[in-house]
């Protein structure tokens, strides 16, 4: 069983940085991949970024080239760095982890979830 733990959230004005982390326990597979999802009210999760175990990664559309997702060797912390903040970017965020060889920001293929770290920017 895996447990996860969101950090770093918090509240910039549009265009500063965040870093978020995600502390990990229980066992993790080799299989496993992890992903950042974010939810903001009124609207559905989505996913934002994913790695796979063997350092793929995948990124939404609205957040290429300003958010990067990356591990430590021994999947201990999950980060999402996090550049050049727009105010839609505001959510809660929340780590998730899954069973796969690659990545994947579908919601359905992760069952282990963090508790949600939340993200404001000012316009």
């Known amino acids: 069983q895996v447990a996860l733990v969101e950090f770093g959230g918090g509240s910039v004005q549009a265009g500063g940085s965040l870093r978020l982390s995600c502390a990990t326990s229980?066992?993790?597979?080799?299989?496993?991949?992890m992903a950042w999802f974010r939810q903001a009210p009124g609207k559905e999760r989505e996913g934002v970024a994913s790695?796979?175990?063997?350092?793929?990664?995948g990124y939404a559309d609205s957040v290429k080239g300003r958010f990067t997702i990356s591990k430590d060797n021994a999947w201990n912390t999950l980060y999402l760095q996090m550049n050049n903040l727009k105010a839609e970017d505001t959510a809660m965020y929340y780590c998730?982890?899954?069973?796969?060889?690659?990545?994947?920001?579908?919601?359905?293929?992760?069952?282990?979830w963090g508790q949600g770290t939340q993200v404001t920017v000012s316009s």
């Open positions: 790695i796979g175990r063997g350092g793929t990664t």
């Open positions: 998730a982890a899954g069973r796969g060889a690659l990545w994947s920001l579908r919601s359905s293929n992760y069952n282990y």
């Open positions: 229980g066992f993790i597979a080799s299989d496993t991949y």
